[in-house]
């Protein structure tokens, strides 16, 4: 079973929106540590965007280029991890990844490395 699956990428212009989705598995739906992650064109390594422990009220962490535009949000009961992402700019382009771990202290969005499970990533892109 694919661990986990993101969808709702598109193409929009800048100032626009788009709210990413991405569905857990069975075993990935107990992991507590989740996060987005994204990869823009010809970057070397994933930048950690938003980070959540869903155990944990009012846990969520983002990296300063998004706070106050994108929020991250879950569903334990539908199994679904969100990031809604507002007032887009073209330095968001960006494949987009969730990733889950289940710890005790959750990894950092300096540390893709700790997340075990991943999906396969959704292409936002945004014009100016």
């Known amino acids: 079973q694919v661990p986990l699956v993101e969808s709702g990428g598109g193409s929009v212009m800048t100032g626009g929106s788009l709210t990413l989705s991405c569905q857990a598995s069975q075993e990935t739906a107990n992991h507590n540590c989740v996060a987005w992650f994204r990869q823009a064109p010809g970057a070397k390594r994933r930048e950690g965007v938003a980070r959540l422990n869903t155990g944990t009220l009012n846990s969520a962490e983002y990296i300063g280029s998004v706070k106050d535009r994108f929020t991250i949000s879950h569903d334990a009961p539908k199994k679904m991890l969100y990031l809604q992402m507002t007032n887009l700019k073209p330095e968001d382009t960006a494949m987009y990844f969730c990733?889950?771990?289940?710890?005790?202290?959750?990894?950092?969005?300096?540390?893709?490395?700790?997340?075990?499970?991943w999906g396969q990533g959704t292409q936002v892109t945004v014009s100016s």
């Open positions: 990733a889950a771990v289940r710890r005790w202290i959750c990894p950092t969005l300096s540390a893709p490395w700790d997340f075990t499970d």
